[in-house]
């Protein structure tokens, strides 16, 4: 049964389940985004969801969260990896063929060349193609930030970032070893070396870096300030969308050819060693 | 080992998997090495090609994969890493610090072999609740030893005030009985009483690995 609750028959979750029920998987909550961001704006599908400048992309956090949603009506298989994965379901598949008989031709002729487009694209290069001062495209609601506000503070905001990354690594440092310790400390560590190595000449590259690795960190520290005098609950609390944020960090240093991916299979783990500590 | 023989089902504690799991080969400068915990890694290799070998179904608890997951691959990679060796095995030198990003890398790897031994069919994970009355039963039996020389210098080492092990310890004690099956283990809190436990009927065996 397909709820049509809102005007225009159309439910508002119908582009998540469109984007999963056409590519079948989505690996990564940002990617999501990114594709109904896309179709909203190159698209023009009417597409409910408003986004605002963040980070990672322009971002919508109700649509991870009505993707997850559509996981407990079964229309989705919602899963953790290093990200979060989207699989469209049989009954998913059903209901998405059921709306899509309401959707005029030329919506989803133009929402399937997106995907079709963008859909091998990684997910920090279409960030860098959504946040492009090139691409007349991206512009709706909030202005974007320019690429050149930072131009020449790009020093004296990595000092703070260092500094901010050295504050919560003394922090958790100092905390009973678990899972989600060694996840944040590996990480915030992981970040601190990227901002080391970092010389991008590019500075489209480093402003979309270095914004990753201060929104990072940003959230980590938002963390750690709720746990107040009880950082013993760090132990307690899920990490899958600073591990996603991770993800993607992780992906730009690697694109922009600054350091590995952590993960990464067969890298020489002398590249992780920084002859300073 | 006799009670190895006689059985065709093993338990496997926490320690005994991830020590399984955690043997990596990683590049440092340009040289290939076998990152593994040297006293136990290849001791529980073997054991466990013995057991696969020889039709053994090796079961652990679902408990056991959460406190893995939560703090037990934390745990051992801090230790791992900590260790004076560790640095000359990978190559470091002396004054270098294992940086936490390389053991979040090791942890990870850790989990990734761990999830993927969910998947060999030698190999099961069991939703289990042991009976309360069985649970306080194991507990009475730590605490009956509070006290005893024994008890005073297992807890002096183990740096615990609890005479008992964790929940999840005392889960898989009940379960070695229900199932008949030894449990396969380095930890103290189980080792250091294996007499007593078998004797007393409170598990099946405790098969001390290393």
């Given at each position: 049964?397909v709820d049509?609750?809102v ?19 989505v ?8 594709y ?9 599908a ?6 605002v400048?963040?980070y990672c992309g ?16 079964g229309y989705?298989?919602v ?6 994965v989207f699989e ?5 598949a ?14 989803r002729?133009?929402f399937?060349?997106i ?7 990684p997910v ?24 050149t506000e930072?131009k020449?503070?790009?020093g004296?905001?990595k ?11 003394h922090d958790f440092?100092?905390m ?5 310790t060694?996840?944040l ?16 000449v590019?500075?489209?590259q480093k402003d979309?870096l270095?914004t990753?690795i201060s ?5 980590v ?12 609950l760090?132990?307690e609390v899920c990490?899958?969308d600073?591990k996603?944020?991770?993800e993607?960090?992780?992906?730009a240093?690697e694109?922009?050819k ?9 890298i020489d ?6 002859v300073?500590e | 080992?006799?009670?190895?023989s ?8 926490a320690n ?5 799991c955690?043997l990596?080969?990683?590049?440092i400068r340009?040289?290939t ?5 040297m ?11 013995q057991f696969i070998?020889s ?7 679902s408990?056991?994969?959460?406190e893995i997951?939560?703090k037990?691959i934390?745990?051992i990679?801090?230790e ?7 640095k000359?095995?990978?190559?470091l030198?002396?004054r270098?610090?294992i ?10 790897k850790?989990?990734e072999?761990?999830?993927r031994l969910q998947n060999k069919?030698w190999?099961t ?8 009355k069985d ?5 009475g ?5 509070s006290?005893?020389?024994k008890?005073v210098?297992?807890?002096?080492r ?9 929940d999840?310890?005392?889960s898989?004690l009940?379960?070695?009985k229900e ?12 080792t250091?009483?294996?007499?007593e436990l ?5 598990c099946?065996g ?5």
């Amino acid at each position: 049964m397909v709820d049509k609750s809102v005007s225009g028959g159309l439910p508002k979750y119908w582009p998540i389940l469109y984007v999963v029920y056409r590519l079948k998987r989505v690996y990564n909550s940002f990617n999501l985004q990114k594709y109904l961001y896309l179709a909203k704006v190159e698209g023009n599908a009417p597409i409910e969801y408003m986004f605002v400048n963040d980070y990672c992309g322009p971002r919508c956090a109700s649509i991870k969260q009505d993707a997850i949603s559509l996981g407990a009506r079964g229309y989705l298989k919602v899963s953790f990896e290093n990200g979060w994965v989207f699989e469209i379901t049989e009954e998913g598949a059903r209901v998405a063929e059921e709306l899509m008989n309401n959707l005029p031709v030329e919506v989803r002729n133009a929402f399937d060349h997106i995907l079709e487009e963008y859909s091998s694209l990684p997910v920090v290069k279409l960030r860098d193609y959504v946040y492009n001062d090139n691409n007349v495209h991206q512009r709706p609601g909030a202005k974007l930030r320019t690429r050149t506000e930072y131009k020449d503070e790009y020093g004296e905001l990595k000092n703070q970032i260092k500094s901010e990354i050295n504050i919560l690594l003394h922090d958790f440092s100092g905390m009973e070893s678990n899972a989600n310790t060694l996840f944040l400390l590996g990480s915030l560590d992981y970040c601190m070396l990227v901002l080391k190595r970092e010389k991008l000449v590019d500075s489209f590259q480093k402003d979309n870096l270095i914004t990753l690795i201060s929104g990072y960190v940003k959230k980590v520290m938002l963390l750690r300030e709720l746990m107040g005098d009880n950082p013993e609950l760090v132990g307690e609390v899920c990490l899958n969308d600073l591990k996603e944020d991770f993800e993607l960090i992780q992906e730009a240093s690697e694109e922009y050819k600054v350091l590995p991916a952590l993960y990464e299979e067969g890298i020489d783990l002398s590249v992780f060693v920084d002859v300073e500590e | 080992m006799e009670v190895v023989s006689q059985k065709k089902t093993v338990i496997y504690d926490a320690n005994s998997i991830i020590y399984y799991c955690f043997l990596h080969e990683e590049k440092i400068r340009g040289r290939t090495v076998t990152i593994r915990v040297m006293e136990f890694t290849n001791k529980i290799q073997n054991l466990t090609e013995q057991f696969i070998n020889s039709g053994f179904e090796i079961v652990t608890l679902s408990g056991v994969m959460n406190e893995i997951y939560n703090k037990g691959i934390a745990k051992i990679v801090k230790e791992f890493c900590d260790d004076y060796r560790t640095k000359d095995l990978i190559g470091l030198p002396e004054r270098a610090r294992i940086s936490d990003r390389i053991k979040l890398r090791l942890a990870r790897k850790t989990e990734e072999k761990i999830k993927r031994l969910q998947n060999k069919t030698w190999f099961t994970v069991v939703e289990y609740e042991p009976a309360h009355k069985d649970i306080e039963r194991v507990r009475g039996f730590y605490e009956s030893l509070s006290g005893t020389p024994k008890m005073v210098e297992h807890m002096k080492r183990k740096r615990t005030r609890e005479p008992y092990p964790s929940d999840v310890d005392m889960s898989l004690l009940v379960y070695s009985k229900e199932r008949e099956a030894p449990i396969v283990t380095n930890d103290s809190d189980l080792t250091d009483f294996k007499h007593e436990l078998e004797s007393q009927g409170l598990c099946s065996g405790i098969i001390a690995d290393p």
